[in-house]
C-alpha cells in the first residue's frame, strides 16, 4: 500500500527534473496502445510545447495528467544541454558591433565556423556577418551550427529552422531587430502585440536586414555601407552631446530614442536637425 501511494510522487519529482530513458518508454507504450497515433503531434520543441500540444489534439482521451506527461516525454525526447539555452562566455563580444553579448542572453545568437563560435548580440548582427563576406571573409560551406534564442523561452533554435518578426516594435540592444520564434503561435501571438512581418531564414536578404538600420543597401552590395552607419553613429552621439542627462544612456536607450523620434529611417539626416525640445518629448 505505501509503494503505491508513493508512486506518483516519485513520478511527478522525476519530470520536474529529468527525462529518462524509461519514461519514454513508457510514454512510447501508451501512445501506440491507448493513442490515436495518426493525431498526435510532430515536431515539438520540447516536452511542455508536446504536452500541450497533446491536450490540444485529444489524440489521448481520458489519460490522467501523470501518462499525458510519459507520452509528451515520447513525443520530445531529451533535449541535449547545449540545445537549452546559448551560453555566451563573459568575455565575448559581438564581431560585427563589438558589444559584450553576455549582457544581452535573451538577444543572444551563435555562429560556429572552423570549430570557432562567434558570438552576437542580435539577430540583426549575425546577418550582417553571415551575409558580407567583403566584410567578414571566412568560408560559409564550413558553417556547422548557426543558433538563435527564442524570444519567449530563451531556448536555442536552429536558425534556418526558426520563424522570424521583422521590424516589430521591441528592440533589441542594435535597435530594430528580427525576433526569432520557434512555431506560428508564439511569432502570430507576438505580432499581435508588437507588430512586424513574418519572414522564414530565406526570406531575409542583406538589404532587409541593412534597411533596420535605416541604410538603403544596394542589391549587389557584398559590403556594410559604412558611411551611412556612421551618420547613425554621429546622431547617437549628437543626443547625449546635446544635453548632460543623455551622456549616460546605453546604446539601446539611445536606438529606442531614435525609433521614438523616427531618425532610424533616414539615413541621410543631419544632425542638426535634432533639437533637445524633440528628445525631451520622446524620452517622456
Same mark, same amino acid.
Given at each position: 500500500?505505501?509503494?503505491?501511494?508513493? +508512486?506518483? +510522487?516519485?513520478?511527478?519529482?522525476?519530470?520536474?527534473?529529468?527525462?529518462?530513458?524509461?519514461?519514454?518508454?513508457?510514454?512510447?507504450?501508451?501512445?501506440?496502445?491507448?493513442?490515436?497515433?495518426?493525431?498526435?503531434?510532430?515536431?515539438?520543441?520540447?516536452?511542455?510545447?508536446?504536452?500541450?500540444?497533446?491536450?490540444?489534439?485529444?489524440?489521448?482521451?481520458?489519460?490522467?495528467?501523470?501518462?499525458?506527461?510519459?507520452?509528451?516525454?515520447?513525443?520530445?525526447?531529451?533535449?541535449?544541454?547545449?540545445?537549452?539555452?546559448?551560453?555566451?562566455?563573459?568575455?565575448?563580444?559581438?564581431?560585427?558591433?563589438?558589444?559584450?553579448?553576455?549582457? *544581452?542572453?535573451?538577444?543572444?545568437?551563435?555562429?560556429?565556423?572552423?570549430?570557432?563560435?562567434?558570438?552576437?548580440?542580435?539577430?540583426?548582427?549575425?546577418?550582417?556577418? *553571415?551575409?558580407?563576406?567583403?566584410?567578414?571573409?571566412?568560408?560559409?560551406?564550413?558553417?556547422?551550427?548557426?543558433?538563435?534564442?527564442?524570444? *519567449?523561452? +530563451?531556448?536555442?533554435?536552429?536558425?534556418?529552422?526558426?520563424?522570424?518578426?521583422? %521590424?516589430?516594435?521591441?528592440?533589441?540592444?542594435?535597435?530594430?531587430?528580427?525576433?526569432?520564434?520557434?512555431?506560428?503561435?508564439?511569432?502570430?501571438?507576438?505580432?499581435?502585440?508588437?507588430?512586424?512581418?513574418?519572414?522564414?531564414?530565406?526570406?531575409?536578404?542583406?538589404?532587409?536586414?541593412?534597411?533596420? %538600420?535605416?541604410?538603403?543597401?544596394?542589391?549587389?552590395?557584398?559590403?556594410?555601407?559604412?558611411?551611412?552607419?556612421?551618420?547613425? $553613429?554621429?546622431?547617437?552621439?549628437?543626443?547625449? %552631446?546635446? $544635453?548632460?542627462?543623455?551622456?549616460?544612456?546605453?546604446?539601446?536607450?539611445?536606438?529606442?530614442?531614435?525609433?521614438?523620434?523616427?531618425?532610424?529611417?533616414?539615413?541621410?539626416?543631419?544632425?542638426?536637425?535634432?533639437?533637445?525640445?524633440?528628445?525631451?518629448?520622446?524620452?517622456?
Amino acid at each position: 500500500m505505501y509503494r503505491l501511494l508513493t +508512486l506518483p +510522487l516519485l513520478v511527478s519529482l522525476s519530470f520536474a527534473t529529468t527525462i529518462d530513458d524509461d519514461a519514454i518508454y513508457r510514454g512510447s507504450r501508451i501512445a501506440k496502445t491507448l493513442c490515436n497515433v495518426n493525431k498526435l503531434p510532430k515536431n515539438s520543441i520540447d516536452r511542455d510545447d508536446a504536452y500541450r500540444r497533446l491536450k490540444h489534439s485529444k489524440a489521448c482521451r481520458n489519460l490522467s495528467s501523470k501518462n499525458l506527461m510519459l507520452v509528451a516525454a515520447y513525443l520530445a525526447p531529451k533535449v541535449e544541454a547545449e540545445d537549452l539555452s546559448i551560453e555566451v562566455p563573459k568575455g565575448a563580444k559581438c564581431p560585427v558591433c563589438g558589444m559584450f553579448v553576455s549582457k *544581452y542572453p535573451k538577444w543572444a545568437a551563435v555562429m560556429v565556423v572552423d570549430k570557432k563560435h562567434h558570438f552576437f548580440d542580435g539577430v540583426k548582427d549575425m546577418f550582417k556577418y *553571415y551575409f558580407f563576406d567583403g566584410d567578414f571573409k571566412y568560408n560559409r560551406a564550413n558553417i556547422s551550427k548557426l543558433k538563435v534564442t527564442n524570444y *519567449y523561452t +530563451l531556448k536555442s533554435i536552429d536558425a534556418k529552422s526558426a520563424l522570424f518578426v521583422y %521590424d516589430s516594435k521591441v528592440l533589441g540592444p542594435m535597435g530594430r531587430e528580427l525576433i526569432p520564434f520557434s512555431t506560428q503561435d508564439e511569432a502570430f501571438s507576438f505580432m499581435a502585440d508588437h507588430g512586424g512581418k513574418l519572414m522564414l531564414f530565406k526570406d531575409i536578404t542583406a538589404k532587409k536586414v541593412m534597411a533596420l %538600420d535605416g541604410v538603403e543597401l544596394k542589391s549587389d552590395s557584398k559590403t556594410l555601407d559604412v558611411n551611412s552607419i556612421k551618420v547613425l $553613429n554621429s546622431t547617437r552621439k549628437v543626443i547625449k %552631446d546635446k $544635453n548632460s542627462t543623455f551622456k549616460k544612456l546605453s546604446n539601446k536607450d539611445i536606438n529606442r530614442l531614435l525609433h521614438k523620434l523616427k531618425l532610424e529611417n533616414n539615413s541621410s539626416i543631419s544632425t542638426k536637425d535634432i533639437k533637445l525640445e524633440d528628445i525631451n518629448k520622446s524620452t517622456k
